[in-house]
């Protein structure tokens, strides 16, 4: 009976400590078994963020499905903008011509139109009719001792067959006469010159064009000293000074279109390049195109206008805005290769078409180019391709 009671105490002893080793070794392979779960679940997160292999994992429905087309080549005209100021294109300052005097009337405003010749102020000329009174008569006294001489000598041509008359008495007499005559032609000239300087005293437009300023008023005594009174607009022609780069300066000849906008209008105004500037200012590095514009009331000298100026055709791929992106490192678009991977295409992007923005360089016009949604996608990235139908790239 001892024997079995001492047998069963060590017995039960010993499954005890059996039943906490298993506990503690469960316990430790769990603990394991979790460690290991985590450690895999935390790369296969790591991987999946660092891309790795995504065509691995992407299933028929997972590619992306992008929309592409092949641009190809077409003509376009390279444009340059431009900014600066209106002015007239010929701008005639009108002063005093003559001697001046006292203005008694202006009859034109500035925005009337003239006529050339027609006259602009009218001076003062009380002395000055005196002194042609004065000049005419003494022509007429010059006359009558013109005709006087002449009647002299046909009569002494008369007698000088009689032998009343010698020969010395006829040079004489012609003599007189011829000084007579001359004397007459210098009072004549003399009276010409006198109403031409009359005639100078009213100022007169020079050519016809638009009167721009008036710097004149009744009363006023103006002499060739005061400075311009008027200034006029040629035939009304304004111009704008377009301010362009040298790169861009170069590549323009005259004679190209240019569609002007005065700033504060949405009017649009066709000119043409008439002339550019042979010099580049040294501080701005920018030069002078000048553009010739017809006449309008929108156009003010001295206003500020934008300027859209055709500089040369060439030819180039077109794409919709929405299949060029930009950041850091510039403009680029996406394309598609041959093995349905997305590949970034570094471009130089130029006008703005009416079919959509037209790229200078870095496109050959062959390539499968991603039109939209480019965004959401990265380079390496396997895609679907569906092809654009013609037209689309004009969006």
Same mark, same amino acid.
């Given at each position: ?53 995504? #065509? ?17 080549? +077409? ?25 001046? &005097? ?29 002194? @042609? ?16 001489? #002449?009647?002299?000598? #046909?009569? !002494?041509?008369?007698?000088? &067959? ?46 016809? &064009? ?10 006023? /005594? ?27 300066? !170069? ?23 008439? +002339? ?14 000048? @553009? ?9 000298? &001295? ?24 950041? +850091? ?34 496109? +050959? ?21 569906? /092809? !654009? ?7």
């Amino acid at each position: 009976m001892n024997y079995e009671s001492s047998f069963d105490k060590n017995a039960v002893l010993g499954t005890d400590e059996l039943d906490a080793e298993t506990i503690r070794k469960r316990r430790r392979l769990i603990l394991s078994l979790l460690v290991v779960i985590a450690v895999i679940v935390v790369a296969f997160v790591a991987w999946r963020m660092m891309g790795g292999k995504k #065509e691995q994992n992407q299933g028929p429905s997972q590619v992306p499905l992008v929309t592409v087309a092949v641009p190809g080549q +077409q003509a376009v005209t390279k444009t340059a903008n431009a900014t600066g100021s209106l002015d007239a294109r010929v701008d005639m300052p009108v002063g005093v011509l003559g001697e001046g &005097g006292r203005v008694l009337r202006v009859l034109v405003e500035p925005g009337a139109w003239v006529q050339k010749g027609q006259i602009l102020v009218v001076i003062e000329r009380t002395v000055q009719a005196q002194q @042609i009174n004065s000049s005419a008569a003494q022509v007429e006294v010059a006359r009558a001792n013109a005709k006087l001489a #002449e009647n002299n000598l #046909e009569r !002494a041509k008369a007698l000088v &067959g009689q032998g009343f008359v010698s020969k010395a008495d006829i040079d004489q007499k012609t003599a007189a006469r011829d000084a007579a005559v001359a004397q007459q032609h210098v009072a004549e000239a003399q009276l010409a010159q006198l109403r031409a300087s009359v005639g100078r005293l009213d100022i007169r437009a020079p050519e016809s &064009g638009l009167v721009l300023t008036r710097n004149v008023e009744p009363g006023q /005594v103006v002499s060739p000293g005061s400075g311009t009174l008027f200034r006029v607009a040629k035939n009304g022609e304004m111009e704008m000074l377009a301010q362009l780069a040298e790169n861009e300066l !170069a590549a323009l000849r005259p004679g190209v279109k240019a569609i002007v906008t005065p700033v504060g209008t949405d009017a649009k105004f066709i000119g043409t390049v008439w +002339q550019v500037s042979p010099v580049i200012d040294p501080q701005s590095r920018l030069g002078i195109a000048r @553009i010739s514009l017809p006449y309008n009331v929108a156009l003010r000298p &001295g206003g500020f206008a934008n300027a859209t100026i055709d500089i040369a055709d060439m030819r180039a791929s077109v794409l919709p805005e929405s299949a060029v992106l930009s950041d +850091q490192k510039g403009s680029y678009v996406y394309i598609v290769n041959d093995k349905n991977k997305v590949e970034r295409r570094n471009v130089v992007t130029g006008t703005v078409t009416p079919n959509g923005l037209a790229i200078n360089s870095g496109l +050959q016009g062959n390539e499968k180019v991603v039109l939209f949604a480019g965004g959401f996608l990265n380079a390496g990235e396997t895609v679907k391709v569906n /092809v !654009a139908k013609p037209g689309t790239t004009r969006r």
